[in-house]
C-alpha cells in the first residue's frame, strides 16, 4: 500500500470497488481510518464533513456470503458510499418488517428511488460508525494506528510509570520498548533474572548479573565517629574506625559478553548501547543500589596496538601478545 496519504486512499478506493467481498468490514474501516490520518476516528468526528466516507445498508432479504456488499464512488464533491450487509434496520435480521425491505429495494430497483434507502442510511451510519469505534476501542493494534492517542499506552504504562506524559520520554529508551516488559518492570520486586532477561532481550548479546560486589563504602558526615556525639560513638554498635567500610551487599555488576569487536565498542562510553544499558539499569533498580559493568572481548577480536592508527587507552588498546584464548575482560565501566 502506497505510504502518500492520498495515493494510499486512492488506491484503497480503487481495491474496495473492485471486489469489496475480498475485504472484512473491520479490515475496510481500519484502512480508511489509516488513510486519512488528517481527518478524525471513524465515529469521533462530530461534523459529518470531517468524515471520508458513508456508511449504508444492502436493501436485501439475501443472506449475504460477505460483510461488504458494494462501494460506490462519489460524485459532484459528495464523499464515496460504503454500503455493508449484516447490520442494519433492513433484511432478513433487521428491525422492520420485512416487506419494507422488499418495498425499498423495489423502489430502488425498478423506479430509481433510493429515497427510503437513503433515508435509513441517515441512521445506519451513524449506527455502523458507532459500532465500529466500540470494536476499534478494545483493540491494542487499532490504537497503536494513531500512537499519540493510544489509550493502552495509558494502561499498560500506569505499571511502569509512564502514565502521565511528562514521564515519557525520559531517557535513551523508546517508551513502547519499556512496555513491551511492563511485566518484569510492574512487578514488585526486582531480581537479578528480570533484569537479565531485559538486557538479553534488548540489547542483543549475553549478560550476566555478578552479586555481591565487594566495595568500600564511604560513610556521609552525619555517620561518622566523632567524640561527644552519642548518637554515632556506641562501642560496638554504631562507633565505626574510619570514614568507609567494606561492603558486599550494596553493589552487583553486569558482565556483558563476550563480544565482536564492533559489539564491543557499542558499550563504551559514548556509544549507542552504553547509555542504553545504564538506562536500563536505573529503570529496573532505581538509586538503591551501585553497580558497575564489565565489558568482554572475544580473544580473537583484540586488535594488534598499532600506534597512531588505532586504539584508545584504557579501551581498546592492549599490549603484547595474549598468552591464552581467554576473552578480554580487563575493562570495568563505573555505572551511572
Not at 459500532?131 to 478494545?138: I, L, M, N
Not at 505499571?159 to 511528562?166: I, Q
Not at 565482536?260 to 556509544?271: K, M, N, Q, V
Request: proline share 6%; glycine share 8%.
Amino acid at each position: 500500500m502506497a505510504t502518500n496519504p492520498g495515493l494510499r486512499a486512492l488506491t484503497l478506493f480503487q481495491a474496495l470497488a473492485e471486489n469489496p467481498h475480498a475485504f472484512d468490514f473491520y479490515r475496510a474501516l481500519r484502512e480508511i481510518e489509516c488513510a486519512f490520518p488528517d481527518k478524525p476516528r471513524i465515529g469521533e468526528a462530530r461534523r459529518p464533513q470531517d468524515e471520508p466516507v458513508r456508511f449504508g445498508q444492502d436493501a436485501s432479504l439475501a443472506f449475504a456470503p460477505a460483510t461488504l456488499a458494494a462501494f460506490v464512488r462519489g460524485e459532484d464533491g459528495r464523499p464515496p458510499r460504503l454500503i455493508q450487509s449484516f447490520f442494519g434496520l433492513l433484511g432478513p435480521n433487521g428491525a422492520l418488517p420485512l416487506h419494507l425491505t422488499e418495498f425499498a429495494r423495489d423502489r430502488m430497483r425498478n423506479s430509481g428511488d433510493p429515497t427510503l434507502v437513503r433515508f435509513l442510511d441517515i441512521f445506519h451510519h451513524r449506527l455502523i460508525a458507532v459500532f465500529y469505534r466500540a470494536w476499534a476501542r478494545a483493540q491494542p493494534a487499532v490504537s497503536m494506528d494513531r500512537s499519540e492517542r493510544d489509550r493502552f499506552m495509558l494502561y499498560l504504562g500506569a505499571f511502569v510509570g509512564l502514565a502521565e506524559k511528562r514521564l515519557r520520554g525520559r531517557d535513551a529508551l523508546p517508551d513502547a520498548v519499556k512496555l513491551s516488559f511492563a511485566g518484569l518492570l510492574g512487578r514488585g520486586v526486582r531480581n537479578a533474572d528480570g533484569l537479565v532477561a531485559i538486557l538479553r532481550e534488548f540489547l542483543g548479546v549475553p549478560v550476566a548479573i555478578q552479586q555481591w560486589v565487594a566495595h568500600w563504602m564511604a560513610l556521609p558526615d552525619s555517620l561518622l565517629t566523632r567524640l561527644g556525639n552519642e548518637a554515632v560513638c556506641g562501642l560496638g554498635i554504631t562507633a565505626v574506625a574510619g570514614a568507609r567500610v567494606w561492603d558486599l551487599q550494596s553493589r552487583f555488576r553486569v558482565v556483558v559478553g563476550p563480544l565482536s569487536f564492533a559489539d564491543y565498542e557499542r558499550f563504551l562510553p559514548g556509544g549507542e548501547s552504553y547509555r542504553k544499558l545504564s538506562d536500563w539499569v536505573r529503570n529496573y533498580v532505581g538509586f538503591e543500589y551501585k553497580w558497575d559493568s564489565r565489558v568482554m572481548l572475544e580473544a580473537d577480536q583484540v586488535p594488534p596496538l598499532l600506534l597512531g592508527y588505532n586504539g584508545r587507552l584504557g579501551w581498546t588498546s592492549w599490549l603484547g601478545t595474549r598468552l591464552n584464548e581467554a576473552p578480554a575482560a580487563d575493562l570495568l565501566l563505573a555505572g551511572h
